[in-house]
């Protein structure tokens, strides 16, 4: 119990540790606010004209496309329209038709709509037009959802950059020495080492999923054990990366290594993989990839796809657990055989 306070206090004066917690959490709340934007308006049509010239059948046919700005003089009309800022249309009246005036440095769509509106205005009234507006897709949704899942497993991944942190830390610092002669077991030790980092790789990464998710009853549970698989795996990992490390500056660049491992991998497999099944089974050699998998699948709807990531998941915790234990216990029998010798 003292061995967990200690590693506490470690949490609270690791900045690094600190910004992996509330990171993910912070870019959550930042996807979940640029979800509820509606950009739409961005592509609507704007036309200015000038009171005292347009007539009010011009602007109720101009209204039927976009929104209308009346402006005094044709001096504003012409300031408002070189503002780079805008994509304004002027309209004036042109005989019985209409000319359109622009600065030139609007976006195609504009330019062509400026274009185009003297002979459609022409030709009102001319024709019946049946017109069907159709829902415009957002295009966000599918990134967002990856965005997302992505986050998750940068939050899962503080369990990994913890306990590296902090073995390699303790090698520095001398105390690994003394771990080694404590009386405790090499599962003793790997409770006490993966529980600081496996909790809040948790905590963070749930924080993380009631900001970006709206989930049904049934789909809850099925996420929840999929951070909690994830983050014990991550926490896992993060033993190896400080078993390995000689140093600090080490231990960064191996933490990053397997960071841009953890969040590559399931995103190319997802984007290029579906075709190729040989590829896809590869990828889930790396554990996010199960984790990337789920979470898409809980956001489309699909709660059998996350079903079946808990499954690999859980073969991962499995084996990772086994690896580290054997090499810890082979690790301890060469240490005794080389003081034998000495």
């Not at 704007?46 to 496309?65: A, C, D, H, I």
């Not at 003793?188 to 009631?210: D, H, M, P, R």
């Not at 499954?311 to 240490?335: D, E, P, Q, T």
């Amino acid at each position: 119990m003292k061995g967990l306070i200690y590693q506490l206090k470690n949490v609270r004066k690791d900045k690094f540790c600190v910004m992996s917690f509330l990171l993910p959490i912070l870019v959550a709340i930042a996807l979940n606010v640029i979800g509820s934007i509606d950009l739409s308006s961005l592509g609507e049509l704007n036309f200015g004209v000038v009171t005292q010239s347009s007539t009010s059948e011009m602007k109720v046919w101009l209204e039927r496309y976009g929104t209308v700005t009346a402006y005094q003089t044709r001096e504003e009309l012409i300031a408002a329209i070189n503002d780079p800022s805008t994509n304004l249309i002027g309209v004036e009246p042109d005989g019985d038709s209409i000319k359109t005036v622009i600065s030139g440095d609007e976006l195609s769509v504009f330019y062509q709509a400026a274009s185009t509106l003297p002979d459609l205005y022409r030709r009102r009234g001319t024709e019946v037009v049946n017109i069907q507006v159709l829902e415009q897709p957002d295009l966000m949704a599918g990134y967002q959802n990856i965005f997302i899942a992505i986050t998750l497993i940068v939050a899962m991944f503080m369990g990994c950059t913890f306990n590296a942190v902090n073995i390699i830390s303790e090698k520095e610092d001398g105390i690994a020495l003394i771990n080694e002669i404590l009386p405790i077991s090499s599962k003793e030790y790997i409770a006490q080492k993966i529980f600081i980092g496996f909790v809040f790789g948790s905590i963070s990464a749930i924080l993380t999923a009631i900001f970006c998710f709206r989930l049904s009853p049934v789909e809850v549970p099925v996420m929840l054990i999929l951070i909690i698989l994830s983050a014990f795996v991550s926490a896992l990992i993060g033993l190896f990366v400080g078993w390995a490390s000689d140093g600090l500056m080490a231990g960064v660049v191996y933490i990053k290594i397997v960071m841009i491992v953890f969040m590559a991998v399931p995103t190319v497999s997802y984007l290029v993989g579906k075709g190729n099944k040989i590829f896809s089974y590869l990828c889930y050699l790396v554990p996010s990839s199960a984790t990337f998998e789920g979470i898409m699948g809980l956001g489309n709807g699909n709660i059998a796809i996350a079903r079946k990531d808990v499954i690999i998941l859980a073969i991962h915790c499995v084996f990772w657990l086994l690896l580290y234990l054997a090499l810890s216990k082979y690790r301890k029998k060469y240490n005794n055989l080389n003081q034998k010798q000495h």
